[in-house]
């Protein structure tokens, strides 16, 4: 009944639908029964027994090899003597139990060192009792607690141990100041039988004419060529030195422009240097003072020009006509001053003089004089008057020819100074110098001989002893516990 109900339920189209035949056959074929032994054939039944013996044999768990199996048969006392013969150590020491074994090895090397340190430790380090540790505790916490203490000043110097210390300084260097001064002082000067001044430090006698000997030769082999001049021949002096170095290099500028007028050459005056001017100025004005002359009758002050070495190459290849430069002083022409008006350009100097603190600017006088116009009459000369330091520059231009004469630093304006029979800036300042070197050496040797004496033995029985430092206030320990 229910599969008509079924069947009247599905619809016409699926009622329609007849399974087939072998879908039939599936569903309705009963299941196969298992065959029995003697369904199997003889061919198979003679390869079965190999296949079981073929077989790999079934895996027995590991917790089966260790089950009680039956009990062994005993053995022989013979065989068990023979294994107990046989037996080596390792399996001994293996078969011990592990407390023995590992009672009975030997410590390795780091725990041998352990082992003995701790033991060390335990023998030196007594346990402390409660008292020693709370006796500890109380000295660091009175050692904390200690309020700081200001540090000890030294007392306070006097003034009169404040200047004792220097009052040895003070007094050298005023003996040195007074011994520089007493050369350059007129009232302090030494004066030889005639009351001229002369120097304190040069020597006399025999010593005294050797040096005015090697004088005189300098000044004639460096100042020759002045002495050859004719009265009234023109002199051309560059003042190329700065204020920085006038003290040095006037004394010497004075002595030579001295000596040109001692021969009665007329000099003019001109500067490669912006403040050259005004140095050459205060020259002038120094020198006529010294010879009474008038100013412009002899000398003359053309001032500045510009341009350096270009500068020199138009004034001695005759481009720069003197005549037409003005006068420093009072700014009129050259060739309108008396007494200059044969005076056109460098044509008619006979001697070129240049006063320098620096090689490279007399240099520049040295390179263009082979530029220079030649002179209406005679030859002309180039000397060189520097300072100490621009000498041994300018001496290989001397030992050439290409410089008539050279003269350097304070000893040359001495010289010139000590062959005209004069006490001026230069011999002064050598004889202030040669004080002042005088007085440092005998200080020099003096405290050398000081620091070789030995020091004083302190008397007997007195020792000498060192301020203690006060003691530091130390605050009581807390006694709370």
Not at 157 to 163: G, V
Request: charged share 20%; aromatic share 4%; no cysteine.
């Amino acid at each position: 009944e229910a599969e008509a109900e079924a069947g009247e339920e599905l619809p016409d189209w699926l009622a329609a639908l007849e399974p087939s035949a072998e879908a039939e056959a599936e569903v309705t074929a009963p299941p196969a029964e298992a065959e029995t032994e003697e369904a199997v054939p003889d061919w198979l039944a003679a390869i079965e027994p190999e296949a079981e013996a073929a077989a790999p044999p079934a895996e027995v768990e590991p917790e089966a090899e260790f089950l009680p199996t039956e009990e062994e048969p005993a053995l022989p006392d013979w065989l068990k003597e023979l294994g107990e013969t046989l037996t080596p150590p390792e399996q001994e020491a293996e078969a011990a139990p592990p407390e023995t074994a590992a009672a009975e090895a030997p410590p390795l090397p780091a725990e041998a060192a352990v082992l003995a340190a701790a033991a060390a430790v335990d023998q030196l380090a007594p346990a402390e009792s409660p008292d020693a540790v709370r006796q500890a505790a109380d000295t660091f916490h009175a050692i904390a607690t200690q309020p700081p203490a200001p540090a000890a000043l030294p007392a306070a110097l006097t003034p009169q141990e404040r200047l004792k210390p220097h009052i040895g300084r003070a007094i050298f260097a005023l003996v040195l100041l007074l011994l520089l001064v007493v050369p350059l002082w007129p009232g302090l000067q030494k004066t030889d039988p005639t009351g001229r001044p002369m120097p304190w430090t040069e020597p006399t006698g025999p010593f005294g004419e050797e040096l005015d000997r090697q004088r005189r030769e300098l000044i004639s082999s460096e100042l020759g060529i002045v002495d050859i001049q004719p009265p009234g021949s023109v002199a051309l002096v560059s003042i190329d030195y700065t204020p920085a170095t006038q003290g040095e290099m006037e004394p010497l500028a004075a002595a030579v422009i001295g000596r040109l007028r001692g021969q009665g050459m007329r000099v003019v005056l001109v500067s490669l240097n912006p403040e050259g001017a005004a140095l050459a100025d205060s020259l002038v004005q120094k020198v006529i003072q010294e010879r009474d002359e008038a100013y412009g009758e002899s000398m003359v002050n053309l001032g500045y020009l510009p341009g350096e070495a270009a500068a020199v190459r138009r004034v001695v290849s005759g481009q720069e006509r003197l005549s037409a430069r003005q006068e420093y002083r009072t700014g009129l022409a050259l060739g309108q001053m008396q007494n200059w008006a044969g005076v056109e350009n460098f044509r008619q100097v006979r001697l070129t003089t240049t006063l320098a603190d620096n090689p490279a600017t007399a240099r520049w006088w040295i390179e263009q004089m082979a530029a220079a116009a030649p002179p209406d009459i005679g030859e002309r000369y180039l000397l060189a008057a520097v300072s100490a330091a621009a000498g041994p520059f300018l001496q290989p231009y001397r030992a050439s020819g290409q410089l008539d004469g050279l003269l350097s630093g304070v000893n040359s304006a001495a010289a010139v100074e000590a062959v005209r029979r004069q006490f001026g800036p230069a011999r002064q300042m050598l004889d202030s110098q040669s004080i002042a070197h005088l007085l440092l050496i005998i200080a020099i040797v003096a405290g050398t001989i000081a620091g070789w004496m030995p020091s004083p033995a302190p008397p007997a029985g007195q020792e000498q002893t060192e301020a203690e430092p006060e003691p530091e206030a130390e605050s009581e320990p807390d006694s709370e516990g």
